[in-house]
């Protein structure tokens, strides 16, 4: 709902007039919702961006949030809560950033007083509410990307590949494993194998407190991926819960090997690669 | 009915030889990468295209592939439609199981193809040929 | 058509696949290789795939029937050098690449076609009834 060209004119005018006292009434109730957490010359610097924003779209004509020229206006709306969700408001305490300009308005139009004071408040008050629900909307927006970033790093940070010993390689698996993860782990633990030309990896998932049907076959499906590459897996730490499921699900292992530990994997990878570990030895003297 | 909005104008292929085979691959990787898919799924959905591409070939007699990007609002994917004239395919049950095979090949070239792509559509008749309709869309 | 050049190296035939190939192709290769290796004696061939971006089934098919020509002529097939992509995509396209032998890179290859041949020269020996009581 657009204000009209002469509704906007007197918005304009209004706001303009009194440019000084509006921004000064506004940071203040600002301030007051935010309780000090944020400075206040950072907050005026705000508010008069966003009266600036007004006063120069209603100048130009009739102020509609959602045409071409409101665009300058959305952008500091934008700004606003972008900057908001980053520092950790909440919604509400976004929103009232905008809504304080009710307050100052309604006094700003007792004062003026004439015959459509009431009429152009309400009017007013409208294009205030949408421009909240704007605020609110592009503030979810930017708080659904910080999930998802943040997603995205936990995905990183939780399926570190690391070279156990030469030609050796290993994912600790630590944390529930859904579909998704499963799946970027493996193509990290098979891009690794390359990089490194290592022909074993040694999957851990001693941290695994549960795997689904799904969750087995992508393990499965990379084991049959990496013998294709020609690299070996073995698969250590599986919890007796783990490996019941794993019979009750009917899942076939094949012949892939397990082990109880990532240290039983990393002997018998290094029995096969020839290499003499300290248990051996004395078992031969025998 | 698949979602989604078409974007842009398809491109188009002829199928009639091997070497358009290897077009067709070239055409869908490009389109793949440019609709941003993984690696992963870029290489799903190029194997799939082979695989109807090389039937379209040898059981439809030659035709022509079609590939477009796709929009559905929240992710966008490729979109292949393979076309071809020839004698339909008669037992569809069996024409999707593994190993089943009239023409020599491993196969695997629909359900294959078919475990490869996230939608998977099929017509077939002998008067109108065989439509296959795949598309694969980002993560 | 083109034809994917066949490289001999010492005792091994080294086939780098460096285009997209087109079904004529691969199978003049399979022609091609089983020519080579009777021609030229060899006992193993690598078969370096580091620039497929895809292997569909008929690839897949003309890998393991060169493996399985290659045994018929006594020489040892490795194929080198797949990507990741390649092999998950093979996986869940359900080729499963039976009898073929697999390494991460040209070198592994070698080494596993030297292993090979090297057991094979063991088990002559064991054949020989002398051989155990000539080792210390």
């Given amino acids: ?286 | 009915m698949t979602a989604g909005i078409d974007l842009g104008h398809p491109q188009a292929q002829a199928i009639r030889s091997d070497e358009d085979v290897v077009r067709v691959r070239q055409l869908v990787r490009g389109v793949a990468v440019a609709v941003k898919l993984s690696l992963v799924d870029q290489t799903k959905v190029v194997t799939a295209a082979s695989e109807l591409a090389r039937n379209t070939l040898v059981y439809g007699g030659g035709g022509t592939v079609e590939v477009a990007t796709v929009d559905n609002g929240r992710r966008r994917g490729v979109r292949i439609v393979f076309a071809d004239s020839g004698p339909g395919i008669p037992d569809l049950d069996l024409a999707f199981t593994d190993g089943y095979t009239t023409g020599g090949g491993l196969g695997l070239g629909l359900s294959g193809a078919r475990r490869l792509v996230d939608e998977f559509e099929i017509e077939t008749s002998p008067e109108t040929g065989t439509r296959i309709t795949v598309t694969k869309w980002s993560r | 058509m083109e034809r994917v050049p066949i490289l001999k190296i010492g005792d091994i035939l080294l086939v780098s696949i460096q285009l997209d190939m087109s079904d004529q192709t691969a199978v003049a290769l399979q022609e091609d290789l089983a020519e080579r290796i009777v021609a030229t004696g060899c006992h193993g061939v690598i078969i370096d795939i580091t620039a497929l971006d895809i292997v569909d089934s008929f690839v897949g098919r003309m890998l393991s029937t060169i493996a399985s020509i290659s045994k018929v002529l006594d020489a040892e097939t490795v194929v080198v050098g797949m990507r990741p992509a390649v092999a998950i995509t093979l996986v869940e396209l359900g080729l499963s690449l039976n009898g073929i032998r697999t390494a991460l890179n040209v070198e592994r290859g070698m080494e596993l076609i030297a292993a090979a041949r090297a057991d094979e020269l063991d088990y002559q020996l064991d054949d020989d009834p002398d051989a155990e009581t000539a080792t210390p």
């Avoid at chain 1, 609110?136 to 999930?147: H, Q």
């Avoid at chain 1, 939780?158 to 600790?172: D, H, Y």
Wanted: hydrophobic share 45%.
């Fill in chain 1, 1 to 286: 709902m657009a204000l009209s060209a002469e509704e906007s004119g007197r918005l304009a005018a209004l706001l303009g007039g009194h440019a000084e006292r509006v921004t000064q009434r506004w940071t203040e109730i600002v301030a007051g919702s935010l309780r000090g957490r944020l400075s206040q010359a950072e907050l005026r610097r705000q508010v008069q961006d966003l009266h600036s924003a007004i006063v120069a779209t209603g100048e130009h004509g009739a102020i509609d949030l959602s045409a071409e020229s409101a665009a300058e206006l959305r952008a500091a709306l934008s700004d606003l809560s972008r900057g908001r969700a980053r520092q950790g408001f909440s919604a509400t305490e976004t929103a009232i950033s905008v809504f304080a300009l009710k307050d100052v308005l309604a006094g700003l139009v007792e004062e003026a007083g004439g015959d459509n004071a009431l009429r152009d408040y309400i009017a007013f008050s409208r294009l205030i509410d949408e421009m909240g629900l704007f605020t609110f909307e592009s503030f979810v927006r930017t708080r659904e990307s910080l999930i998802a970033d943040q997603a995205e790093q936990l995905l990183e940070l939780s399926t570190p590949v690391v070279k156990l010993w030469e030609g050796v390689v290993a994912v600790p698996l630590v944390g529930t494993l859904d579909s998704a993860r499963a799946q970027v782990v493996m193509e990290r633990l098979l891009q690794t194998l390359v990089d490194t030309g290592s022909p074993y990896a040694i999957i851990d998932i001693t941290g695994v407190p549960a795997v689904d049907t799904q969750v087995a076959q992508h393990i499965l499906k990379t084991v049959v991926a990496a013998r294709l590459m020609g690299a070996d897996c073995i698969i250590s730490g599986i919890r007796p819960q783990i490996a019941q499921t794993i019979v009750a699900l009917g899942i076939e292992f094949g012949d892939i090997a397990t082990k109880a530990s990532l240290a039983d994997a990393l002997r018998h990878v290094l029995r096969l690669n020839g290499v003499e570990t300290a248990r051996r030895q004395p078992r031969r003297d025998v």
